[in-house]
């Protein structure tokens, strides 16, 4: 299948993954996304809630994607759970990791989905970013502690429509943190919604 003709989103039922209930809370005005920029804008919107922060309360099922959880397990690793989506048939979905003990997030991410990769997709694609998000102004953040991608570098944006490829970008509430890399290589972009602790 070509990239072009595949759906922003598609029905799937993770393997093995019951579903949630819906927690009545500021996290549970979610509406399904159109698109990875609308689930973008409406991350954005709740941020600097305290029910994002957790797996039982954030309804991100509400978006109306797949979510998958990762725990951590010994030595600080994660399991591999994303193989539970290789067979999703829309362009992203989510992923949320927990520190194993309780349901305290350390990040949400939005990842293009294997099928959409292999077809040479990017989560930015259509090079636009989020209409609704403020300018953005560089900030040091102190949960990322990989090194920045070095082709990438910080570009301060004065309204969005300035995409400019193998670059940085931050945005900051509270004490939560989106960090966008942007790519021309396939798969090489990411959204990454860190809590700082």
């Known amino acids: 299948m070509r990239k072009e003709d595949f759906p922003e989103i598609a029905p799937f039922e993770i393997p093995g993954q019951a579903k949630k209930p819906v927690v009545q809370n500021e996290c549970s005005d979610f509406t399904p996304a159109k698109n990875a920029l609308d689930a973008m804008a409406q991350l954005y919107h709740h941020m600097d809630y305290d029910c994002l922060q957790y797996a039982s309360t954030n309804n991100l099922e509400l978006l109306g994607v797949p979510v998958l959880t990762y725990k951590m397990i010994g030595g600080g690793n994660y399991g591999k759970v994303d193989e539970l989506v290789d067979e999703y048939p829309g362009k992203f979905y989510i992923t949320q990791y927990i520190n194993g003990k309780d349901d305290i997030l350390y990040n949400i991410r939005i990842k293009i989905s294997k099928k ?16 609704d998000f403020p300018p953005t102004e560089e900030r040091h953040n102190i949960a990322y502690i990989i090194a920045e991608p070095p082709e990438s570098k910080f570009n301060l944006l004065d309204f969005w429509g300035d995409y400019a490829a193998n670059s940085l970008y931050r945005w900051r509430k509270k004490n939560a943190e989106i960090e966008v890399v942007s790519s021309d290589a396939p798969g090489g972009e990411r959204f990454t919604l860190f809590f700082l602790f």
């Open 116 to 131: 959409f990769f292999d077809a040479g997709g990017n989560l930015f694609d259509a090079r636009i970013f989020p209409l």
